[in-house]
């Protein structure tokens, strides 16, 4: 048990000294990988990127049934 | 009962996927690369303790650092676009996509993001074998996790290894090992990862020269030379063999692609390979084909024969071939295949009214049938064509087609050489004295670049009208989504990425400016 605790300090430590010790592009890279991160899954997920399927019907066989009236009924022809 | 599909939708939703295919692509092969090089000049601080080659490994670090940073997660965008955009696609792909995608993500995971922690955090602070394991791991794990994302691309070129089920219109996973060696996926791995390695070792190489060209850091710059060129000229060996075996694959099991990438619109023996070409309208050409001529062309005799099929005299398939059929060479006409197709969704129509009805024994004889191997090897695998409106309707843009593939081919070439020469001159000692090629090394670090995106310019656009080879075109793997949605996303994309750029290489353009003061910050 204490190995198991000294371990997770020591790679607790270990990512906090090199967080800490960070030069200043580090610091500008985790800015922009946050704002990034950000952008990517609070912005563009939530507000523009819905799961269609997930969100249009309740269960699989609902989505199934859905894909497959698409594979049958859609066409690129107007006859 | 039928609905026409929007194009415009289409259109837009293929152009917001290229958009944010190709500058997810611009931060990954320097990734590729840049980690093996890394390899290899931290293995030679380790055996020769020299610190020189410490301060030269933590420079390019640094560079691969925040490539890596800034080019990380944006690919999570294109698996957003598959469930928003192209809802049909991901359901009809199934698991096929979801296994591979699943063992890319624990890989990533666990190698990439934990060791890059130690690349970093590492030095000075665990052992110097430790460390260089890290990064062997790291540059190991994200060659890995574009073996996976690869083996799914590859499925779509052709898809192996699955059986559709009719009941919940996914395609279902029969052998993993068959989808994992698909020799589409062998290819494109190998010819992708070396891609990304002569990349990077022309990044090195084009810095490097600046370096020796602002008469700073020179010990380092040619240091780092030596081992990207020798390193990026192995790679364009291997690149340009297995550019070679790809497009022998591709003559196998994407032949409309094959011919267009040649131009090539009547099959024939001792077929002679172009290696440089114009295209021209045909007179009295096949308006439905709008025929190409190729002029002023340097063609070498016999070679495309025997490059495909290993004999001079064998038979290269054309475009017409595969349009019109061709008895003799036993090729059925894209007409044969539509009428294949249109009764396998036939089928598939009546197994679904059968179901409503609830009529046991026809589903039951319908659902035979379809599982039939005979079925599946004659008529599903044209499931696709069964949306085509006119045979003429398989072929790609042939002129795309031409100019990027030849483009692509020659850079690669050029690759081959610079690589060498950098070597040579590097070995010598006379490097710096030629200030003319050390320009030429700077101004080249675009053009790696530029040969990566042609390459996928030739395999998503070579496999047009589908987006799963014979079995869906990309018409049908759009969702019913309004087109205005996705010209706005593709805005919002198109300035994201651009901003991201901007501050990669503005980012980069400082550290490098900076040089190699790591232990001064």
Known sequence: MGFIKKTISDIFQFYRNGFTAMPAWGKKVWLVILIKLFIIFIVLKIFFFPDVLKKNFDSDSERGEHVLDELIIKSNTDD | ?521
Request: aromatic share 14%.
């Open chain 2, 1 to 521: 009962m039928i609905e026409n599909i929007d194009l415009s939708l289409v259109d837009w939703s293929r152009a917001q996927f290229a958009l944010t295919a190709i500058y997810h692509w611009l931060f990954v092969p320097l990734t590729l690369g840049l980690s093996f090089i890394l390899v290899i000049m931290e293995t030679k601080y380790v055996r020769t303790g020299s610190e020189k080659w410490k301060r030269t490994t933590k420079f390019w670090m640094k560079l691969f650092g925040i490539n890596f940073a800034i080019g990380v997660s944006t690919g999570l965008i294109l698996e957003f676009e598959f469930g928003t955009n192209w809802s049909n696609y991901s359901w009809f792909v199934g698991d096929i996509f979801g296994a591979p995608l699943a063992v890319e993500g624990i890989i990533a995971f666990f190698l990439e993001s934990t060791f890059v922690a130690v690349m970093f955090f590492g030095w000075d602070k665990v052992s110097k074998r430790f460390h260089l394991v890290s990064t062997w791991l790291v540059a190991i794990g994200a060659n890995l996790s574009a073996l996976w994302i690869l083996v799914a691309n590859a499925w779509m070129e052709n898809p192996v290894g699955m059986i559709f089920n009719p009941d919940t219109a996914r395609n279902e996973m029969k052998s993993f090992w068959e989808v994992l060696f698909n020799p589409v996926a062998m290819d494109k791995f190998f010819h992708t990862i070396t891609s990304g390695f002569v990349l990077a070792s022309l990044f090195v190489t084009g810095i490097s020269a600046w370096f020796i060209l602002r008469n700073r850091e020179r010990e380092m710059a040619i240091k780092s030379i030596k081992v990207a060129a020798i390193f990026g000229a192995f790679a364009s060996v291997v690149l340009i063999y297995t550019g070679d075996t790809s497009a022998r694959t591709l003559a196998d099991v994407q032949p409309v692609k094959f011919a267009a990438m040649e131009a090539l619109y009547e099959g024939q023996r001792d077929a002679g390979l172009t290696a440089f070409g114009i295209l021209t309208d045909r007179d009295e050409a096949d308006d439905e084909l709008d025929e190409k001529d190729i002029i002023a062309s340097i063609e070498i005799p016999g070679l495309l024969s025997i490059m495909t099929n290993g004999k001079r005299d064998s038979y290269v398939t054309g475009i017409k071939d595969l349009v019109y059929g061709n008895e003799e060479m036993g090729i059925i006409s894209a007409a044969e295949k539509i009428e294949r197709g249109k009764i396998a969704r036939q089928l598939l129509l009546d197994y679904r009214e059968a179901k409503k009805r609830g009529d046991s024994q026809e589903i039951e004889e319908l659902k035979k049938r379809f599982e039939d191997n005979n079925f599946q090897e004659q008529y599903f695998r044209y499931f696709g064509y069964s949306y085509i409106n006119k045979p003429t309707d398989i072929v790609p843009n042939v002129p795309l087609l031409f100019y990027t593939f030849h483009v692509m081919v020659a850079l690669g070439f050029l690759f081959l050489l610079l690589q060498v020469l950098a070597w040579f001159f590097a070995a010598r000692g006379s490097l710096e004295k030629r200030k003319g090629f050390l320009w030429i090394l700077i101004l080249s670090i675009p053009l790696p670049y530029l040969a990566s995106v042609l390459g996928w310019l030739v395999t998503e656009m070579g496999r047009q009208p589908w987006i799963i080879q014979d079995l869906m075109p990309v018409g049908i793997a759009v969702s019913s989504i309004s087109t205005s949605t996705v010209q706005t996303t593709f805005w919002l994309f198109a300035a994201l990425f651009t901003a991201l750029l901007i501050a990669e290489v503005s980012i980069m353009t400082r550290q490098i400016k900076i040089g190699p003061k790591i232990e001064e910050e």
